[in-house]
């Protein structure tokens, strides 16, 4: 629909065009938006509500700064007051007055505080003294509504301003705080760290024992006349219609008897021959000019000298292909290590698998889970980005899924 | 080397100048070849022999079946194929070659994978992967350097003269060379070593090894042209042998890996099989009908139960036809239900993922700016791999904190604090990851559909203009049916990754995967549970081939279509 029209509707159309467009990127690319902050909080912040996209951590003040010894201290906002406080002490005695003309502030004072004037006042059937109280330089009535315990706290800025208050403790003031220790703690994390070398291990021999096998494969069917070439090459085809599901069982079967239940053998050699990728490389062989390779043959080369040293460079877009899909198969595969690395020995998993029994067996660790899944999904998003266009071009031809 | 020697043998190129430099002439050396050859065909036969007694051993040697068999299987023949040879190779017969190869090359595969075994090579997998945690910066610097030698091969590719790439070729090698032994240095294989060492005292490691590098050199030396010449081997065998030697990597993969799990799943789905080999009973078609026995029964009241059903069956669902309600049941109640959580999966999530594809392509089709990086965009969700995506989703859709209730909750559809609990709630946790498969793969079937724009004649579309059809029209009467097939194509292809949903479930319905109370689970889902946590496979196999006949049938139908198209000469 390359149709080019002009005038203030055609941009209406085209604003509303880039609109949706721009629309579905949003839908697309929030969850990414939401894993990558997510990577980077505190635990305390992930189940915080609303959720947010900006990490944020407890903010704290150095105990130097008021002149104390210790820990940093947690900050709060302090209702009626200006500017940050630092708790200094908890469980402080504090009495919680109402003002009679507006009984739903509440004001902290020390116990002590207040004058009873000896009028009593009724609230919700109960009889309470009224109070005279100082706030601010004014003095008001109000009752004492309950004796209760709150924090001590001290003006950041001025460590001579002291102030009791009843704020949640729980809910610090907050600031934006990542935490990129997160993936630190992944990288040398005993189960998530050894998952990764076990995931990039495994993806690199797949990788490369797919390459060679379905170029020299790929070069028998598409070159050599032998025998039984069609049969052979018709079983090839009919085997990428059936689907993974039928091979679980048995496969799991020949691994328990082999001995590689467990073990990143078996999440590499049966996987290290691809009928598919055999496909491509011989769709891509079938069309490279004969003529090349006949001057080569006149010069008694032997076949694998062609192969290697003529047909193999020339080739180098549908192994681009083929290294791709490998990759991102074999990086991204669930379901077979689940089924093979069962026991409870962390040796033999893949990140994958980690992450799925880390982010079900509890939520202590969710930090580390979201910082894991940063990390599995970078690469693959990176290799598509850069094999971008070997990879559409083969998905719309091929339709591999 | 096959044509080669095939030109050679049919005597059209000069071999003179190979011959003056040796000796004796090709043939006479041979003969002393040949002689070495057919002794170590009866010293293979020996082996095979002996490889037999080893396989058959008892007690807790004892093989488990699968390689038993296997190994028993292999000796009987390559015991006779041996003799066959040595005796062919004596009389010069045509035949001795190939015989000759093809036992030898079976004899190197076995022995050398024997040889690994006992070496522990397997095993020691495990320890590479213990090294590269401990090395993992080091080996990231190997890769940027093999990075810059792939890129210097680009650019020496582009352009040869330039100085440039050679540089770079050199700083890469010189990278990863440093950093090779930094890894070594961290990835301390001192341990792999010793468990290699350890194995030093085994006779049968060695062996194994001995036959090894006997076959293989027996190999090299048949493979050779002058020992085609000796047998007077055609041309057509010739190009056999060549084509299964360049084919045999894949091939022998192909049979152990695939061919024989398929029939063998075949095989165990007629028993009630377990894991263990104790209790294995060949029942005929019982798991077939187990899995697919269902029973309808009228019913007088709508709430009736199972007391109206066969003993066994259980209630799947209640019908209302014709004034008289049905209750149908069936017997294996949970392979059932997770049919028709299928089904409903199916004809929601196909839908959501085709038609926004079908939409956004046509927009991505049009020459406007920028359209590669949305075409880029979209893609993203069906590369990063499931699980991640399925951990951010579960988070998006908690009850409490996610995402998801927070912006219904800002846009003012629900309250604050009133969220749905998306994934522990029967209504919606179906709903959830349909919403989750859609996102991930709508992307791909516009990428699909983009490749089917290219076949849409522009004439089409120039003809439109003229006619001054609008762009509903253009699209509604152009764009749609000539993308006909692609649709077809695209709605199979998704239809069949539905149907083996498992991955989404596993991550997002925990704890209790198909839940809540089954809203959830998935044929393939059952079918795990029953193989792995059951322990029943023989009737998990069964399950694996129910659906595998599913699927084959969209497959099937995906096929016919693709026929008619050919045949009637459009475009697929």
């Known amino acids: ?401 | 080397m096959g044509e080669a020697s095939a030109i050679a043998l049919s005597g059209d190129a000069p071999d003179a100048t190979r011959a003056e430099r040796r000796p004796d002439t090709p043939a006479e050396a041979f003969r002393r070849t040949a002689t070495l050859l057919s002794i170590w065909h009866v010293i293979g036969a020996a082996a095979s022999v002996v490889g037999m007694l080893l396989a058959s051993r008892g007690g807790d040697q004892e093989l488990p079946w699968m390689p038993r068999y296997a190994l028993q299987g292999f000796f009987v023949f390559a015991f006779a194929v041996n003799l066959a040879a040595a005796y062919g190779i004596r009389t010069t017969a045509r035949w001795a070659r190939p015989a000759s190869l093809v036992v030898n090359y079976l004899l190197a595969v076995v022995a050398g994978s024997t040889t690994l075994h006992q070496f522990n090579a397997f095993r020691a997998l495990g320890d590479l992967g213990e090294g590269l945690f401990k090395a993992f910066v080091p080996f990231l610097v190997i890769c940027v350097g093999l990075i810059a030698v792939l890129v210097a091969g680009q650019l020496a590719a582009d352009d040869p003269t330039a100085p440039v790439p050679r540089t770079l070729r050199r700083i890469g090698l010189g990278i990863a060379a440093v950093a090779g032994v930094w890894f070594v240095i961290l990835a301390d294989p001192t341990g792999m070593i010793s468990s290699i060492g350890d194995t030093l005292t085994k006779p049968l490691a060695f062996g194994a090894l001995a036959i090894t590098i006997g076959a293989a050199l027996a190999c090299r030396a048949m493979w050779s042209r002058d020992a085609a010449r000796h047998f007077g081997t055609t041309r057509a065998t010739e190009d056999t042998l060549s084509g299964l030697a360049f084919l045999s990597p894949n091939l022998i993969g192909f049979l152990v890996f695939f061919a024989f799990p398929l029939l063998f799943s075949l095989w165990v789905s007629f028993f009630d099989w377990k894991t263990t080999n104790t209790g294995r009973e060949f029942i005929g078609l019982d798991n077939y009908v187990r899995a697919l026995s269902l029973d309808i029964s009228g019913a007088d009241a709508a709430g009736a139960g199972n007391e109206v059903l066969k003993p066994g069956y259980q209630v799947l669902m209640h019908m209302d036809w014709f004034g008289q309600n049905w209750v149908l049941g069936a017997r294996d109640i949970e392979f059932w239900l997770s049919l028709r959580n299928i089904v409903v999966f199916l004809v929601l999530a196909v839908p959501l993922a085709v038609l926004p594809a079908l939409g956004l392509s046509s927009i991505l089709a049009s020459k406007l700016p920028g359209m590669k990086v949305f075409r880029a965009i979209y893609f993203i969700p069906s590369v990063a791999g499931v699980i991640g995506v399925a951990i951010v989703w579960g988070q998006m859709f908690d009850a409490t904190i996610g995402w998801i209730n927070y912006l219904l909750d800002v846009v003012g559809v629900s309250e604050a604090g009133q969220g749905q609990a998306w994934l522990s709630e029967r209504s919606t946790a179906l709903l959830s990851m349909v919403i989750v498969f859609a996102w991930m793969n709508f992307g791909f079937n516009t990428v699909l559909y983009l490749a089917g724009h290219q076949g849409i004649p522009k004439e089409l579309y120039e003809a439109a203009e003229i006619d001054g059809a609008n762009t509903w029209q253009v699209f509604k009467r152009i764009t749609v049916p000539q993308l006909r097939n692609t649709t077809f194509y695209v709605l199979v292809t998704t239809s069949i990754l539905a149907l083996q949903l498992f991955d989404i479930v596993w991550i997002l319905s925990r704890p209790e995967p198909g839940g809540p109370n089954n809203a959830t689970s998935t044929p393939v889902l059952t079918l795990y549970e029953e193989a792995f946590q059951n322990n029943s496979q023989g009737y998990a196999s069964a399950l694996a081939w129910i659906l595998f006949l599913i699927i084959f049938g969209f497959t099937f139908f995906q096929f016919r279509q693709q026929r008619d198209e050919s045949t009637s000469g459009g475009v697929s």
């Open chain 1, 1 to 401: 629909m390359s149709v080019k029209r002009k005038g203030p509707k055609a941009t209406m159309v085209r604003v509303a065009t880039y609109g949706v467009l721009v629309l579905v990127a949003i839908v697309v690319l929030f969850p990414f938006v939401v894993a990558v902050t997510t990577s980077l909080k505190d635990n305390n912040d992930i189940f915080s509500y609303p959720p947010s996209l900006v990490p944020e951590q407890a903010s704290t003040v150095p105990a130097a700064q008021l002149g104390l010894d210790g820990d940093p201290l947690p900050t709060f906002t302090l209702p009626d007051r200006d500017g940050t406080f630092a708790l200094v002490g908890r469980d402080v005695p504090i009495a919680e007055f109402r003002p009679l003309d507006d009984l739903e502030r509440v004001i902290a004072l020390d116990p002590a505080a207040g004058e009873k004037t000896g009028a009593t006042i009724v609230i919700d059937g109960d009889e309470e003294d009224v109070f005279l109280i100082d706030v601010d330089g004014d003095t008001i009535e109000a009752y004492r509504s309950r004796l209760t315990s709150g924090g001590e706290f001290v003006n950041v800025d001025d460590p001579t301003d002291v102030a009791i208050g009843l704020v949640n403790l729980a809910v610090p003031a907050e600031e934006f705080g990542p935490r990129p220790a997160n993936f630190t703690e992944v990288w040398t994390d005993k189960e998530l760290g050894r998952s990764l070398s076990n995931t990039v291990l495994v993806t690199f021999a797949v990788v490369i024992g797919q390459l060679v096998t379905s170029i020299l494969g790929g070069y028998a069917f598409a070159r050599i006349d032998f025998k039984g070439r069609n049969g052979l090459f018709l079983m090839y085809l009919g085997s990428v219609m059936v689907p993974f599901v039928v091979l679980i069982i048995p496969l799991f079967q020949l691994m328990l008897q082999v001995g590689w239940l467990d073990n990143l053998a078996a999440l590499i050699i049966p996987f290290i021959f691809t009928a598919y990728g055999t496909f491509l490389m011989r769709q891509f062989f079938v069309g490279i000019p004969k003529e090349i390779e006949e001057a080569a043959l006149l010069d008694n080369a032997s076949r694998s000298t062609i192969l290697w040293k003529i047909m193999v460079p020339l080739a180098r877009p549908a192994i681009a292909t083929l290294a791709t899909f490998g990759f991102l198969y074999a990086w991204n595969s669930f379901f077979w290590p689940l089924v093979i690395i069962n026991s409870g020995n962390p040796e033999g998993r893949v990140l994958a698998l980690t992450l799925s029994t880390l982010g079900g067996r509890s939520s202590t660790d969710i930090n580390l889970v979201f910082a894991g899944a940063v990390i599995a999904m970078t690469p693959p998003i990176l290799v598509f980005l850069f094999a971008q266009r070997y990879f559409v071009e083969n998905s719309a031809s091929s339709g591999l899924k």
